[in-house]
């Protein structure tokens, strides 16, 4: 038996300089095909994870109103009233609130969040209707 194997292995040749080569054409293909379908994944991941954070702190405020019976609130204010533990994405500043609009919904507003380095996004009275609607990309502000 050992015999046997010892002579396959022997007529072993290995890859043709052509084969290799073709081995590495079909490599390059695919890695060109696969590198920006990878690449829109990962900013579709963080664009959508950005809009996830605007969900969270609007899902505090409600809460925050329910409780407190206010109409507006900072998302600092959420934090340090312990509605929310993380913003996420969403800044803090004075400006950055959560207040309810004319028909009584929770809406965010902020200053422009950079979720990719290239890429921002506002909120402008944004409620989770208009943020869960919301796939344009290259539509940078959410809202009114």
Do not use: C, W
């Not at 052509?18 to 490599?27: G, K, Q, T, Y």
């Amino acid at each position: 038996m050992f015999n046997t194997l010892k002579k396959r292995i022997k007529n072993e040749k290995g890859l043709s300089l052509v084969e290799l080569l073709a081995v590495i054409v079909i490599l390059a293909i695919v890695a060109a095909i696969a590198i920006p379908a990878i690449g829109n994944i990962i900013d579709n991941s963080r664009y959508k994870a950005v809009k996830s954070d605007a969900i969270n702190v609007i899902n505090g405020a409600n809460i925050y109103f329910t409780d407190t019976g206010e109409t507006s609130v900072t998302v600092k204010e959420l934090i340090d009233e312990n509605y929310i533990e993380d913003p996420g994405n969403i800044p803090t500043a004075d400006t950055d609130l959560v207040a309810k609009n004319a028909t009584g919904q929770a809406a965010i507003t902020t200053g422009e969040i950079d979720y990719n380095g290239q890429n921002t996004i506002t909120f402008s009275a944004a409620t989770l209707t208009q943020i869960n609607a919301h796939e344009d990309k290259t539509d940078t502000t959410v809202g009114n």
